[in-house]
């Protein structure tokens, strides 16, 4: 199969990855389904009184989800501009505490969390480095949950296309793919405790939000770059075929890890 990948200069560290792409962050990405907080309600023994670190915090569409629970929520996020976008989103809930810290030095005190939680972010982390952190931050007896939405490549036809599309124009798709880290490697980390649950997810999307969609990954080239015009032909060219009432669905499994420290 023939590709059109070129080489797109130096890769951008991990806590500045986003740097450039916060605009579209804020704009285009799906939310997290409410589900959630009820089945950790019911599972974990979640309350508004529990305290959450939300570790890699970004533009704060996971925090905002347990700052609408009632929580207070500190968030942990080492770049500055994805930082300020998510204090400037989170301004108007006053549970939420913004740290300049990464996944690896929390600058939390000892056993002062009940739920370390990471939305879309545990992947770009020093994975061990990270679970020795939340094991320090927790309080005896607290949870780890590790959230993705994890897009659905192959259950229609637009999907298959645009997947086939990452394929062809991304600068390092395959490489930082979060479905590179998988559940027996997380096993590796957690032990036999971790457990898996699984929710529908779905964004119905015009074409200007599915371009800022695409845009707001990491992985997309931006104006200027090799691959950037070209993939937004071909972006144009899918969506022309397979919208339905001008829209199309970007449709996601969420994947929640979790388990009991």
């Known amino acids: 199969m023939e590709t059109h990948r070129e080489k797109?200069?130096?890769?951008?560290?991990?806590?500045?990855?986003?740097?450039d792409r916060v605009d579209y962050y804020i704009k285009y990405r799906p939310g997290y389904p409410a589900e959630i907080i009820t089945f950790l309600t019911e599972v974990c023994g979640l309350t508004q009184a529990s305290l959450?670190?939300?570790?890699?915090?970004?533009?704060?569409?996971?925090?905002?989800?347990?700052?609408?629970?009632?929580?207070?929520?500190i968030g942990i996020e080492p770049n500055i501009e994805m930082r300020s976008a998510g204090e400037t989103y989170l301004r108007n809930y006053p549970g939420f505490t913004s740290l300049a810290a990464t996944a690896e030095a929390?600058?939390?005190?000892?056993?002062?969390?009940?739920?370390?939680?990471?939305?879309?972010a545990f992947h770009w982390f020093r994975q061990q480095e990270?679970?020795?952190?939340?094991?320090?931050?927790?309080?005896?007896?607290?949870?780890?949950?590790?959230?993705?939405?994890?897009?659905?490549?192959?259950?229609t036809p637009f999907l298959q296309v645009y997947e086939h599309l990452l394929q062809?124009?991304?600068?390092?798709?395959?490489?930082?793919?979060?479905k590179n880290v998988t559940h027996d490697h997380f096993g590796g980390l957690f032990g036999q405790s971790l457990k898996l649950k699984t929710f529908s997810n779905n964004q119905r999307l015009s074409y200007e939000e599915l371009e800022g969609r695409l845009l707001s990954s990491s992985y997309a080239p931006l104006a200027g770059q090799p691959n950037y015009e070209p993939m937004l032909a071909e972006l144009r060219r899918i969506f022309a075929a397979h919208q339905r009432d001008g829209t199309v669905d970007l449709k996601y499994t969420t994947l929640l890890y979790y388990c009991q420290f």
Do not use: C, M
């Open 8 to 19: 797109q200069g130096p890769v951008a560290q991990p806590t500045q990855r986003f740097s």
């Open 52 to 73: 959450i670190a939300d570790v890699g915090s970004g533009t704060g569409l996971l925090s905002r989800l347990f700052l609408e629970n009632g929580n207070r929520v």
């Open 106 to 120: 929390t600058t939390l005190p000892d056993q002062s969390i009940d739920v370390v939680t990471a939305g879309q």
């Open 130 to 155: 990270a679970v020795v952190e939340f094991r320090r931050i927790l309080k005896p007896g607290g949870w780890v949950t590790l959230i993705w939405n994890d897009r659905q490549i192959d259950t």
């Open 168 to 178: 062809n124009y991304a600068t390092d798709y395959r490489a930082v793919d979060h």
